[in-house]
């Protein structure tokens, strides 16, 4: 009997299998000397939305823009980067790169690989980072098996990874990207978190030396008007960590909902969001949903500003939008 042709997006997902991460850096490093004299910091989150390959480019000159037009932003965190043939491009974080290069933007780029077979299609998470860069460290969350599309299973691997960012006249923050589990069930979410909680824990105890601040940013997939996915959330919170858009915006999770969204906190289908309602993994109604997050330890009260961006009409950049967050050097 023949078997029916799998649907093309299908053959995309099931070649993103378990393998090694890896490192994607240069030798030279652009540095950060204005930080110190300004006494701020910069940060922004955005999931790169890997499936949309047509339109990509401009997708990332929109980011580009933004980011030379609005002034520095200093640490630029990204998951769902893509690359490989299938995604005709090596790296999506590169041709970012590339294209603040152009604008006189200067970043330096780590990289770790989460799932997929180089050079053919990858996807992984990238720092992209103004100031200098000590070092890089990854760890993979355990393996959790979703189903992405039409309830077909596929096995997908979640990473964290870290870089220790240098800040002439001023010192070090210690910056944490991830990625958690989407179409999986809360409690694998909940032990990828766990996961993720003590690889920080264990890197800041082993350089225990430096009291410096940590950024944890990312998307989560942790939407705290779902009372399934809360408990991410509250473990994070529970280890000292801030919600820089809840602290800056006065709002959170109140009498079992999320006051942040959909009152403009809203960082995933954000009402109106061409990616959001034509993804090919959603399955029903998409929703609005915060998701994405920028928390910080070590700041003390200084979170000066957090917006979302990217969520609205003509700026659509993925089927998230990005969180922006300015925070004071404690």
Not at 1 to 24: D, Q
Not at 85 to 109: C, E, F, H, K, Y
Not at 187 to 208: C, H, K, P, Y
Request: with cysteine; proline share 6%; hydrophobic share 40%.
């Amino acid at each position: 009997m023949k078997l029916p042709r799998m649907p093309k997006i299908l053959s995309l997902i099931c070649i993103l299998v378990l393998v090694p991460a890896y490192a994607f850096s240069g030798s030279w490093q652009s540095r950060c000397d204005d930080v110190a004299s300004r006494g701020y910091i910069n940060v922004m989150t955005i999931n790169l939305l890997f499936s949309e390959v047509q339109d990509r480019n401009l997708r990332l000159e929109r980011i580009a823009d933004y980011i030379q037009h609005s002034g520095p932003i200093d640490i630029i965190l990204t998951q769902e980067v893509v690359g490989g043939a299938l995604a005709q491009t090596p790296n999506s974080a590169l041709d970012l790169q590339r294209l603040l290069a152009v604008r006189g933007i200067n970043a330096n780029l780590r990289y770790r690989l989460a799932n997929g077979i180089p050079g053919l299609l990858s996807v992984g998470n990238a720092i992209l980072s103004r100031c200098e860069v000590d070092f890089t460290l990854g760890r993979s969350l355990p393996f959790i098996t979703e189903e992405p599309f039409q309830g077909i299973e596929v096995p997908l691997r979640r990473g964290v990874m870290m870089s220790r960012i240098a800040i002439p006249g001023y010192g070090k923050i210690d910056v944490y990207n991830t990625h958690l589990c989407a179409f999986c069930d809360p409690d694998e979410r909940l032990s990828q978190a766990r996961t993720l909680v003590d690889f920080i824990n264990g890197v800041e105890d082993a350089i225990w030396w430096d009291n410096n601040p940590v950024l944890l940013g990312g998307d989560f997939n942790a939407d705290l008007n779902n009372p399934d996915q809360r408990a991410v959330y509250s473990l994070i919170t529970r280890e000292g960590f801030t919600d820089t858009y809840a602290a800056a915006n006065d709002c959170g999770p109140a009498d079992g909902r999320d006051t942040c969204c959909p009152d403009g906190g809203c960082t995933y289908a954000v009402d109106g969001n061409p990616y959001a309602e034509n993804n090919p993994f959603a399955t029903g109604s998409v929703e609005e949903a915060r998701i994405d997050y920028i928390f910080a330890e070590g700041f003390g009260h200084g979170i000066l500003e957090s917006l979302v961006v990217f969520n609205e009409d003509p700026n659509w950049v993925s089927d998230h939008s990005a969180v922006l967050t300015r925070l004071m050097l404690p």
